[in-house]
């Protein structure tokens, strides 16, 4: 049986005949055209299976419900599926900006904050008509008569401005007020009527962000990222931050407040009323300015489970105010820097007291010779040499604090 079957097989071989090349052109493209629609047919079924959480079940998701990474962050938009969107953010420097000196490098300063520097900037506003309305985020737009968020009958919630300008010349009132929760700027500008400092008293405003009790304002979850402040007698004034509804700060350059007059009892970030704040972030600003009073201004108390890192300060009367009356309680103050870009009234720190408190980490930045004046008991000059320094609540030294 051998033989035959290997006679039929040779056969066989020898009627096929040999492929023309217009013959293999042609099985060639069949070839490709059926690998095609099996990649085709393959990444439909592939779809549907991913789509599908068991026979019969499709799964529906939007993005803004997925995890997120750091440069991408969840914006309320009433005009959107779910009422929410995504906004992809990436670091951004205003187009032909110089930054100011006297700065360092991983600070904020005029060229990576504000509405100019925004990512997606269209290099113009739009000016805003109409009353802000919860669940809604506005994006580039003008606020030629500075804004009120909410009113005291009609509070709003989850408002987000992106890109925005508030301006105005405002000399004893606010140049936005809030009413409401869950508020946020993001990449904005609070500006005075000027083109540039110095800013004349007659040109500026009191309050830039007002949220404490003035007007019957008051905010609860309240963030400011990304922003530039300045022109103001008080920056920033908010109250009532929790643990469930923190007030936060990160990114901000509040320089230049106006010119005092002899009048303005000039604040950066704080509270000036007396009321208790639990749990307020105040992350990688710069604050600098030449102030009568606190770049920081949590003037009274009690405050609690603040945490105040990587900021770079300078200038005012007492620079930092933490609780000076108050006693705070779980105040974590680490990776600052203090920079001798202005002289301050009368020295870097009001009074560190209270229990459970952290001070590490906090570093001399030497731009110009300064001298501490006043009452502050470590009168001494600051020297090219303490560049590097240790910042401490007793002084400047070469090593870090250890207390409390």
Not at 12 to 30: G, S
Not at 88 to 114: L, Q, R
């Amino acid at each position: 049986m051998a033989a035959p079957v290997f006679k039929e097989c040779s056969n066989i071989m020898k009627r096929k005949k040999p492929m023309n090349r217009r013959q293999f052109l042609i099985n060639n493209r069949k070839n490709i055209a059926i690998s095609l629609v099996a990649v085709l047919v393959v990444g439909i079924v592939g779809s549907i299976i991913l789509l599908t959480k068991a026979a019969g079940t499709v799964v529906s998701s939007e993005i803004e419900s997925g995890t997120k990474s750091a440069n991408i962050q969840t914006v309320s938009d009433a005009t959107a599926s779910g009422g929410s969107a995504v906004k992809f953010k990436t670091g951004s420097v205003a187009t032909g900006c110089t930054p100011v000196s006297g700065i360092p490098a991983g600070f904020p300063n005029n060229c990576n904050s504000g509405y100019k520097a925004a990512p997606g900037y269209p290099g113009s506003l739009t000016a805003f008509t109409g009353t802000i309305q919860s669940n809604t985020t506005y994006s580039f737009k003008d606020f030629p008569s500075g804004a009120s968020i909410g009113t005291t009958g009609t509070p709003v919630t989850n408002v987000t401005f992106y890109g925005c300008r508030f301006h105005d010349i405002n000399l004893d009132g606010a140049l936005i007020v809030m009413f409401g929760d869950n508020i946020t700027l993001d990449y904005s500008s609070l500006e005075p009527e000027v083109a540039a400092p110095p800013i004349p008293y007659n040109k500026g405003y009191q309050y830039g962000l007002e949220a404490n009790g003035s007007y019957n304002a008051y905010v609860n979850k309240f963030t400011v990222t990304h922003s530039e402040i300045w022109g103001f007698g008080n920056a920033i004034d908010a109250s009532g931050s929790t643990q469930a509804k923190p007030h936060t700060f990160r990114g901000n350059y509040i320089h230049d407040p106006r010119n005092d007059g002899g009048i303005d009892h000039t604040d950066g970030i704080g509270e000036l009323n007396g009321a208790a704040s639990d749990y307020v972030v105040i992350d990688n600003n710069t604050i600098i300015g030449d102030g009568n009073t606190n770049g920081i201004a949590y003037q009274y108390g009690p405050y609690r489970n603040f945490t105040v890192t990587n900021n770079y300060f300078s200038g005012y009367g007492y620079m930092i105010n933490l609780g000076g009356y108050g006693g705070p309680t779980n105040i974590t103050f680490t990776d600052n820097v203090w920079g001798t870009n202005i002289q301050q009234a009368y020295g870097p720190w009001y009074s560190w007291a209270g229990t459970g408190n952290l001070w590490r980490r906090n570093k001399i930045h030497f731009v110009n010779q300064i001298k501490l004046q006043g009452d502050d008991p470590n009168s001494y000059v600051i020297k090219a040499t303490d560049e590097g320094k240790f910042w401490t609540p007793s002084g400047i030294s070469t090593t870090d604090y250890t207390g409390n």
